[in-house]
């Protein structure tokens, strides 16, 4: 509770927003960092694009309770800036061993960081119809950052689903495709939803 990996992320957080688990073999959403309402509440999640997330989810059947929130970083970077690389790697051997700990079915990467982070750079839109042809699975050598390489030991199901971020900002945007992110994003959250119940 008094990390003091990154001396910038210290001096612009109120808290730690620490990760909130899901049972085994259920739906764990990571986002980039906790934005000004997380970071006030020192809960993840519960700003205006959490409440989205919550919406859609719970349209496919899975409450607030029903799934697990963790970021790729626990504390506010200031001005809900991008995490740097040197902040994201201090932090992600923590969220490596909170889901090796509550070992979900499926990862929920709600915008481009946690998707790069798990899945490579490139086209948020590229990884999603990726993860269709995929099955959503994460597979050893797809693995990107070092630290995620961990997770190719588990003994349990994984699967990485992308989605384009909740805020309200970029959910109303078009995707190069033509269609809304928030369309996609419904979509990528059926896709994760029927992941679980065929599990």
Same mark, same amino acid.
């Not at 349209?59 to 040197?86: F, H, L, M, Q, S």
């Given at each position: 509770?008094?990390?003091?990996?990154? *001396? @910038?992320?210290?001096?612009?957080?109120? %808290?730690?927003?620490? *990760?909130?688990?899901?049972? $085994?073999?259920?739906?764990? !959403?990571?986002? &980039? $960092?906790?934005?000004?309402?997380?970071?006030?509440?020192?809960?993840?999640?519960?700003?205006?694009?959490?409440?989205?997330? +919550?919406?859609?989810?719970? !349209?496919?059947?899975?409450? %607030? +309770?029903?799934?697990?929130? !963790?970021?790729?970083?626990?504390?506010?970077?200031?001005?809900?800036? #991008?995490?740097t690389p040197? &902040?994201?790697?201090?932090?992600?051997?923590?969220?490596? +061993?909170?889901?090796?700990?509550?070992? *979900?079915? /499926?990862?929920?990467?709600?915008? =481009?960081?946690?998707?790069?982070?798990?899945?490579?750079?490139?086209?948020?839109?590229? %990884?999603?119809?990726?993860?269709?042809?995929?099955?959503?699975?994460?597979?050893?050598?797809?693995?990107?950052?070092?630290? /995620?390489?961990?997770? @190719?030991s588990r003994?349990?199901?994984?699967? @990485?689903? *992308?989605?384009?971020?909740?805020?309200?900002? $970029?959910?109303?945007?078009? @995707?190069?495709?033509?269609? #809304?992110?928030?369309?996609?994003?419904?979509? =990528?959250? $059926?896709?994760? !939803?029927?992941?679980?119940?065929?599990?």
């Amino acid at each position: 509770m008094n990390c003091d990996r990154c *001396p @910038a992320l210290c001096k612009s957080r109120t %808290r730690i927003v620490l *990760p909130t688990p899901c049972h $085994a073999g259920g739906l764990l !959403a990571i986002g &980039e $960092a906790p934005g000004a309402d997380e970071d006030a509440a020192g809960e993840g999640f519960v700003g205006r694009a959490g409440k989205t997330l +919550d919406g859609v989810l719970l !349209a496919n059947g899975i409450g %607030r +309770d029903g799934y697990g929130r !963790a970021n790729i970083v626990r504390c506010r970077p200031e001005g809900n800036r #991008k995490p740097t690389p040197r &902040e994201r790697d201090a932090c992600l051997p923590l969220l490596i +061993d909170f889901i090796l700990e509550c070992r *979900p079915r /499926v990862l929920l990467l709600v915008g =481009q960081t946690p998707t790069g982070v798990f899945r490579g750079n490139g086209s948020l839109l590229g %990884r999603i119809e990726e993860t269709r042809r995929w099955c959503g699975s994460i597979i050893g050598e797809n693995l990107c950052h070092p630290a /995620v390489k961990r997770l @190719a030991s588990r003994d349990f199901a994984l699967a @990485a689903v *992308p989605m384009p971020h909740t805020s309200p900002l $970029a959910w109303n945007r078009n @995707a190069p495709d033509g269609r #809304k992110w928030a369309e996609i994003g419904r979509e =990528q959250v $059926a896709f994760a !939803a029927g992941i679980l119940r065929r599990s």
